[in-house]
């Protein structure tokens, strides 16, 4: 029955995740302003969500390592959002998955966690599925500008790479997670805050109607509601059938894109769709890294990339 709750809890944090680039496009700010407002809002509901659910204390530094995690997930918020402008909510969301080969990538300079040769094979063909997502050039290609949007996607990819590293060292062994995903948050909405007011002239603190009724979406369905359900479900679910289950927010994403916003990649957009997501499915199968020589415990690897 424990088991069920949390499949049920997984796919559920999933498809309420699978709508954050859908809202980000509904609400028309600026890239920067989305990506304030999703953990501006998200907080106050996560800070009472760790009040209520208590759990061990945790030391001030790793608090504020949480922190520092957390501008990470500002940072790959931002490139996220200036992604969803300029290639879409679907393109913009399977090329952030690229995360999971950045993330084999960094464990590997950091950790000595060496490649699978699985990985070491399917890594440039991911690569090579993000530059056709960006249409190659060619002129029916979906976006303002597609291979901007591929930029912005792969270095959201990185951003989110190096946020789950530490985010996940940081939350290894608890089994409350309200109260590391609300320091995080914290710090995504102060690094994002301090972006968007010195390097956005578009960036917009008002509260108009009905932009902020989608930005407000975005703080209580992905930001808590998703995260803490997913957050739950993990320690609590073999890392394959997470997998698994997390893998269907990017199809979704590129479904409710179409369905909702008339979203239409051209054929070989989709092309490079469908091979990052059979390049992300074979490395979250059969594994990105194997544990290396260099000293201390390897960093587990996530089984996708908005997981955790």
């Excluded at 680039?21 to 890239?31: G, Q």
């Excluded at 918020?77 to 950045?102: D, E, K, P, R």
């Excluded at 916003?261 to 499915?281: D, K, M």
């Amino acid at each position: 029955m424990a088991r069920m709750v949390a499949r049920l809890l997984a796919l559920f944090g999933a498809v309420v995740i699978s709508f954050s680039a859908i809202l980000v496009r509904l609400a028309e700010v600026s890239p920067s302003t989305a990506a304030f407002f999703r953990p501006a809002y998200g907080l106050p509901l996560l800070a009472l969500a760790a009040l209520a659910l208590g759990g061990p204390p945790r030391a001030w530094r790793q608090r504020a390592l949480a922190v520092l995690a957390g501008c990470l997930m500002g940072i790959a918020f931002t490139f996220w959002n200036h992604a969803i402008v300029a290639i879409g909510a679907g393109l913009s969301t399977v090329l952030g998955n690229t995360q999971v080969v950045f993330v084999g990538i960094l464990a590997w300079v950091l950790h000595g966690e060496r490649p699978t040769r699985a990985a070491m094979a399917t890594i440039p063909v991911v690569m090579l599925g993000a530059l056709a997502t960006g249409g190659l050039g060619g002129v029916g290609a979906y976006g303002d500008a597609p291979l901007r949007g591929v930029l912005f996607g792969l270095m959201n990819g990185v951003a989110y790479a190096a946020f789950l590293l530490l985010f996940r060292a940081l939350g290894r062994g608890r089994r409350v997670a309200a109260g590391p995903l609300a320091d995080a948050t914290l710090g995504a909405a102060t690094v994002t805050l301090v972006a968007g007011l010195a390097t956005d002239p578009a960036f917009d603190l008002s509260l108009a109607w009905p932009a902020h009724g989608w930005l407000l979406a975005t703080g209580v369905g992905p930001q808590f509601f998703g995260w803490l359900a997913i957050l739950y479900a993990l320690p609590r679910l073999p890392a394959l059938e997470t997998s698994v289950i997390l893998l269907i927010q990017p199809v979704l994403t590129v479904v409710w894109g179409a369905l909702l916003l008339g979203e239409a990649p051209s054929p070989v957009q989709l092309a490079g769709v469908g091979t990052i997501l059979a390049g992300v499915t074979v490395l979250t199968v059969v594994g990105a890294a194997r544990p290396g020589p260099k000293r201390g415990a390897p960093v587990p690897l996530p089984p996708n990339g908005r997981d955790a």
